[in-house]
C-alpha cells in the first residue's frame, strides 16, 4: 500500500477539471484519504519544487503554482504512486497519451494541470510539506 501526493495545478482549478481529475483517481479504486483547496505560500511552492531550483523553468513554475488555489489530494492504494503518474501522463502534454490526464486536457508545459509525486521517498515528502496535518489513511 502506497500512499502519493496529486496536486491540480490553478490551470485546472481555473477550468473546473477538479472532479473530472478526482472522478478519474476514484474510478481507479484508489482511496481519497486527504483533500483540500489552498493558496499555497511560495515558501511551500519553493520547497516543493527543491529538485528544479537553479534550472531555467523554476521561476515560471513556481510563479504558476502560486497563480491561483490548488487542490491538494493524499491518494492512497495498491502502487499509487506509479499508477497516478501513468494516469496522469508524459510531462509534456505533447508526448502524453490520450486517455491520461495530460494527453486529454492540457497542451502545453507550463500548463500541464497536475502534479504527482515521482517515487516512495518524494510522495513521503511532500505529503509532510503539503499536509502537515497528517491526513486520515
Ligand atoms: P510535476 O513535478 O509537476 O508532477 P513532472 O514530475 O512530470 O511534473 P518535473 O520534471 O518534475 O515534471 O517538472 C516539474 C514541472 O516543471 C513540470 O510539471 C513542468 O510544468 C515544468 N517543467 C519541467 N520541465 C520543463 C521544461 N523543460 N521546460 C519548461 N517547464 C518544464
Ligand atoms: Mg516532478
Known amino acids: 500500500m502506497e500512499t502519493t501526493l496529486v496536486l491540480i495545478k490553478p490551470g485546472g482549478v ?6 473530472e481529475i478526482t472522478r478519474r483517481v476514484e474510478a481507479r479504486q484508489l482511496k481519497v484519504v486527504g483533500l483540500k483547496l489552498v493558496n499555497a505560500s511560495r515558501a511551500t511552492v519553493e520547497e516543493h519544487y527543491a529538485e528544479h ?19 491538494a489530494m493524499a491518494v492512497q492504494g495498491t502502487n499509487a504512486i506509479k499508477a497516478i503518474r501513468t494516469m496522469m501522463g508524459a510531462t509534456n502534454p505533447l508526448e502524453a497519451t490520450p486517455g491520461t490526464v495530460r494527453g486529454d486536457f492540457a ?22 510539506l503539503w499536509f502537515p496535518e497528517g491526513t486520515v489513511g
Open 14 to 19: 481555473q477550468r473546473n477539471l477538479i472532479g
Open 107 to 128: 497542451l502545453t508545459i507550463d500548463d500541464n494541470l497536475t502534479h504527482s509525486s515521482s517515487d516512495p521517498e518524494a510522495a513521503g515528502r511532500e505529503l509532510t
Open 53 to 71: 531550483k537553479g534550472k531555467g523553468f523554476f521561476e515560471d513554475v513556481v510563479n504558476y503554482l502560486c497563480s491561483g488555489p490548488v487542490v
